[in-house]
């Protein structure tokens, strides 16, 4: 552990000019371009090409969440802007309890403008088909890093309405740009489903019905799981060494289908994006907390940043293979009578981690000195400048709306 603990961030920055940061997508998503790396070597494809370069029979899992409309504007009567920016549900702390509750919840926020909103209720007015309906936010205090906000609102209407029709799709910052109406479809998964996330999972946007339809007469097997990406995604790695760096949490929901389709894959799947990795790769993590003590409850399998690196392994502990653990976590599930696993993870990949689960993976062009650098050059052992540069030379989008790669270590 202390040796990952130790990695310079310094060691994976590069010269990223921002005319190589896609500040739009392709008018096509599947005509992106698509890096190759295959056993330390690489080529260039296609993303709509993607099937082909499959092992057919393979499993591939996607994640599913949905990006909300996260980023929403009172005015005081001074005049003052605030933005709240929603992170996670506080009261319910179930999103998908949160998005149905039709007269108040609360919520960790990020606030704009903060030191002009010491105090008092925030009220705007919005319409829902030709219906009138006052939102009300009152700022309770500080929680941790972020803002807990009460919000009060008229008319019956499920709180997934009320930001729908009042907040505005939360674009990522490098993007330098406002969001316009098109990214409230090119910033979303053509399969997303679970409201929750603030920032898509952007591996995902490349794909179109027609490339997962040849992905499925590939014999390609899919599966889909849901980690909503918090803000905490574009958290800038300041510290000197990783060791210093808190990784956010994320929350996960996985189908115990989706454990049993795994275990049917001897415990190997193709992640695409690197939420799903986080996901994947939480899941041994928490088969092992389950080895340990049989009568652990959901909440406590919550998978710890450092947990990987035998932060929590007793020294002589044998630790269980990927089949082991996965078959745990089913059994677990079965006794428990749950058909999905809810739980998060705070997991960091970097360096020196053993990847358990995931052999392949489809993941865009990240930013430099960033904890999704880390996971990469983890995945191809350290091969990360190769990749890199040969994107940087052929003329390579990068980022969220960037060009794709494959990545077979």
């Given at each position: 552990?202390?040796?990952?603990?130790?990695?310079?961030?310094?060691?994976?920055?590069?010269?990223?000019?921002?005319?190589?940061?896609?500040?739009?997508?392709?008018?096509?998503?599947?005509?992106?371009?698509?890096?190759?790396?295959?056993?330390?070597?690489?080529?260039?494809?296609?993303?709509?090409?993607?099937?082909?370069?499959?092992?057919?029979?393979?499993?591939?899992?996607?994640?599913?969440?949905?990006?909300?409309?996260?980023?929403?504007?009172?005015?005081?009567?001074?005049?003052?802007?605030?933005?709240?920016?929603?992170?996670?549900?506080?009261?319910?702390?179930?999103?998908?309890?949160?998005?149905?509750?039709?007269?108040?919840?609360?919520?960790?926020?990020?606030?704009?403008?903060?030191?002009?909103?010491?105090?008092?209720?925030l009220s705007r007015t919005i319409t829902i088909q030709e219906e009138t309906i006052l939102v009300k936010a009152t700022r309770r205090g500080e929680h941790g890093t972020s803002q807990w906000i009460d919000f009060e609102w008229s008319g019956g209407r499920s709180f997934a309405e009320i930001i729908d029709a009042m907040g505005e799709l939360p674009i990522p910052p490098y993007l330098n740009r406002e969001t316009q109406e098109s990214d409230k479809t090119t910033y979303q998964t053509v399969y997303s489903k679970i409201k929750g996330s603030v920032a898509a999972p952007t591996a995902g946007l490349h794909f179109t019905n027609r490339v997962l339809d040849e992905l499925d007469a590939h014999g390609i097997e899919r599966e889909e799981l849901t980690l909503?990406?918090?803000?905490?995604?574009?958290?800038?790695?300041?510290?000197?060494?990783?060791?210093?760096?808190?990784?956010?949490?994320?929350?996960?929901?996985?189908?115990?289908?989706?454990?049993?389709?795994?275990?049917?894959?001897?415990?190997?799947?193709?992640?695409?994006?690197?939420?799903?990795?986080?996901?994947?790769?939480?899941?041994?993590?928490?088969?092992?907390?389950?080895?340990?003590?049989?009568?652990?409850?959901?909440?406590?399998?919550?998978?710890?940043?450092?947990?990987?690196?035998?932060?929590?392994?007793?020294?002589?502990?044998?630790?269980?293979?990927?089949?082991?653990?996965?078959?745990?976590?089913?059994?677990?599930?079965?006794?428990?009578?749950?058909?999905?696993?809810?739980?998060?993870?705070?997991?960091?990949?970097?360096?020196?981690?053993?990847?358990?689960?995931?052999?392949?993976?489809?993941?865009?062009?990240?930013?430099?000195?960033?904890?999704?650098?880390?996971?990469?050059?983890?995945?191809?052992?350290?091969?990360?400048?190769?990749?890199?540069?040969?994107?940087?030379?052929?003329?390579?989008?990068?980022?969220?709306?960037?060009?794709?790669?494959?990545?077979?270590?």
């Amino acid at each position: 552990m202390m040796k990952t603990k130790e990695i310079h961030i310094s060691e994976y920055n590069y010269e990223l000019p921002d005319e190589r940061i896609a500040k739009f997508p392709l008018a096509e998503r599947d005509s992106s371009k698509l890096l190759v790396y295959r056993h330390g070597t690489v080529s260039e494809s296609v993303f709509r090409d993607l099937p082909s370069l499959l092992p057919q029979g393979a499993l591939m899992v996607f994640n599913n969440t949905k990006v909300i409309q996260a980023r929403l504007h009172f005015r005081k009567e001074t005049g003052a802007l605030i933005e709240v920016f929603l992170l996670e549900p506080a009261e319910p702390a179930d999103y998908e309890q949160m998005f149905q509750t039709t007269e108040r919840c609360s919520w960790l926020c990020l606030v704009g403008n903060l030191k002009k909103w010491r105090e008092g209720t925030l009220s705007r007015t919005i319409t829902i088909q030709e219906e009138t309906i006052l939102v009300k936010a009152t700022r309770r205090g500080e929680h941790g890093t972020s803002q807990w906000i009460d919000f009060e609102w008229s008319g019956g209407r499920s709180f997934a309405e009320i930001i729908d029709a009042m907040g505005e799709l939360p674009i990522p910052p490098y993007l330098n740009r406002e969001t316009q109406e098109s990214d409230k479809t090119t910033y979303q998964t053509v399969y997303s489903k679970i409201k929750g996330s603030v920032a898509a999972p952007t591996a995902g946007l490349h794909f179109t019905n027609r490339v997962l339809d040849e992905l499925d007469a590939h014999g390609i097997e899919r599966e889909e799981l849901t980690l909503h990406v918090g803000a905490g995604t574009f958290k800038p790695v300041k510290s000197d060494t990783i060791g210093q760096h808190e990784m956010h949490t994320e929350f996960v929901a996985v189908r115990r289908h989706t454990i049993e389709r795994l275990l049917a894959h001897e415990g190997h799947a193709i992640a695409v994006g690197t939420t799903s990795v986080r996901t994947l790769e939480s899941l041994y993590y928490m088969g092992m907390k389950i080895l340990r003590n049989p009568d652990i409850k959901e909440e406590e399998l919550h998978v710890n940043q450092w947990e990987p690196y035998g932060a929590e392994t007793a020294p002589n502990e044998k630790l269980p293979g990927t089949m082991e653990a996965l078959t745990a976590l089913r059994d677990w599930m079965v006794r428990h009578e749950l058909t999905v696993l809810h739980s998060s993870t705070q997991i960091i990949i970097a360096p020196g981690y053993d990847y358990k689960i995931v052999k392949m993976l489809v993941t865009n062009f990240h930013q430099p000195q960033s904890t999704l650098l880390l996971l990469v050059s983890a995945f191809v052992k350290g091969d990360w400048h190769k990749i890199y540069d040969y994107a940087l030379a052929h003329d390579f989008r990068f980022l969220s709306y960037g060009d794709s790669s494959l990545l077979i270590p």
